[in-house]
């Protein structure tokens, strides 16, 4: 089988995704109008065929449709299908679909739980190629200080602020992940 696709309704506009045998292969967020859409998937993947959505697919689009009505959504049984991305690539993503809904991290957390500190910048690059919008959620992790407004390609004319105020997330209140590392100390009793 070849790549097949769909466009599906969201509430922030129609949206597209994109599978092969092995996964999930793309996510595209609404662009301006569904024919701007339309046209990003056939010139990221021309062979694509829109067909009826797998299984797998079928539940990406509910998740994806939940987490951007502003509800809880889990991608954990969604497959990718990341043949042909970059091993390094492949390892922001999985460490990006660990952030929780709601909180944001930086380039530089992420290349610190890669164990290469000094590889911000690429962790930067490897999240403007995601593919796998709102899967991989790359719109919570930030530049150091930003609350930018950058997304990848897929992202339509969706910003990261939009998808982050969806979640309910606040960058200043997160937590980074050395934060999430270490444990809370419980409440003071009020006498």
């Not at 599906?8 to 092995?22: L, M």
């Not at 996510?27 to 993947?45: C, G, M, S, W």
Request: glycine share 8%; aromatic share 6%.
């Amino acid at each position: 089988m070849g790549r097949g696709y769909t466009i599906f309704d969201t509430a922030i506009g129609r949206s597209a995704i994109v599978w092969s045998d092995a996964g999930i292969v793309g996510v595209h967020l609404p662009e301006a109008r569904e024919i701007d859409t339309r046209r990003r998937v056939y010139q990221l993947y021309p062979d694509a065929r829109e067909t009826r959505p797998p299984v797998n697919a079928g539940i990406a689009i509910e998740a994806i449709a939940t987490l951007l009505r502003g509800e809880a959504s889990d991608f954990n049984d969604v497959i990718l299908d990341m043949r042909g991305i970059h091993v390094f690539n492949q390892r922001v993503y999985e460490l990006t679909r660990l952030v929780p809904r709601g909180e944001t991290r930086t380039y530089g957390d992420i290349a610190m739980r890669l164990g290469a500190p000094s590889a911000a910048r690429s962790v930067a690059q490897a999240i403007a190629k995601n593919p796998f919008m709102i899967i991989v959620p790359c719109h919570r992790v930030l530049e150091a200080g930003d609350y930018g407004d950058q997304i990848s390609p897929h992202g339509g004319t969706i910003s990261k602020r939009h998808l982050l105020s969806i979640e309910g997330a606040h960058p200043a209140r997160n937590k980074t992940l050395f934060d999430a590392l270490l444990p809370v100390a419980p409440p003071r009793p009020h006498n």
